[in-house]
T-cell receptor, first 116, second 113 residues
């Protein structure tokens, strides 16, 4: 079936350090995969951070970047210099461009804590 | 603008009780989703409405879980009867239409003892 595997948390990074949260996916039943990163900040609901619908393209938001790599079936989230406000839970997700949000599969989430 | 609102935020129930969770989607959104989130299973889709019509009724969750959308601005998720394995966070999300960005509520944390 379709699945998403991401870095198992919790992850702790010092402020100003670089960050990578790994995400790989398996899209056995999806003709046109599209990929998302959602984030949940403390006290808030899950919200979309970035999405990419075309293989080879990069998405970016709030200093975060992720590139849709079809060859390695990966969508790693990276940031060059993290801030304390980036502390949150990050979810990688896989969707099907031929369908709607009802077909989105979420990863287990990675809790990120930034040390000041 | 108001986001997705869920109530109650926390609920403790005894086994066998009936629980009703409530959700108000973002105004103007046509699609509404109920998810269950646990550490082991992650986010699982329970129900999905499009323009108030039930499109997916949760498969394995059908027997004790019933979601309804009485109008475009209000949905409920009833669990009857509750079991300890239902302890989880229940998330409601809405989107303008299929494929558009999902907006989530903060969730309702249910503990069944």
């Amino acid at each position: 079936g379709d699945s998403v595997t991401q870095t198992e948390g919790p992850v702790t990074v010092s402020e100003s350090e670089s960050l990578i949260i790994n995400c790989t996916y398996s899209a056995t039943s999806i003709a046109y995969p599209n990929l998302f990163w959602y984030v949940r900040y403390p006290g808030e609901g899950l919200q979309l951070l970035l999405k990419v619908i075309t293989a080879g393209q990069k998405g970016s938001s709030r200093g975060f970047e992720a590139t849709y790599n079809k060859e390695t079936t990966s969508f790693h989230l990276q940031k060059a210099s993290v801030q304390e406000s980036d502390s949150a839970v990050y979810y990688c997700a896989l969707g099907d461009l031929g369908y709607g949000n009802e077909k989105i599969t979420f990863g287990a989430g990675t809790k990120l804590t930034i040390k000041p | 603008d108001a986001g997705v609102t869920q109530t109650p935020r926390h609920e403790v129930a005894e086994k066998g009780q009936t629980i009703i969770l409530k959700c108000e989607p973002v105004s103007g959104h046509n699609d509404l989703f109920w998810y269950r989130q646990t550490k082991i299973q992650g986010l699982e889709l329970l129900s999905y409405f499009r323009s108030k019509s039930l499109m997916e009724d949760g498969g394995a969750f059908k027997d004790r879980f019933k979601a309804e959308m009485l109008n475009s601005s209000f949905s409920t998720l009833k669990i009857q009867p509750t079991e300890p394995k239902d302890s989880a966070v229940y998330l409601c999300a809405s989107s303008f239409s299929s494929g558009n960005t999902l907006y989530f509520g903060e969730g309702s944390r249910l503990i069944v003892v």
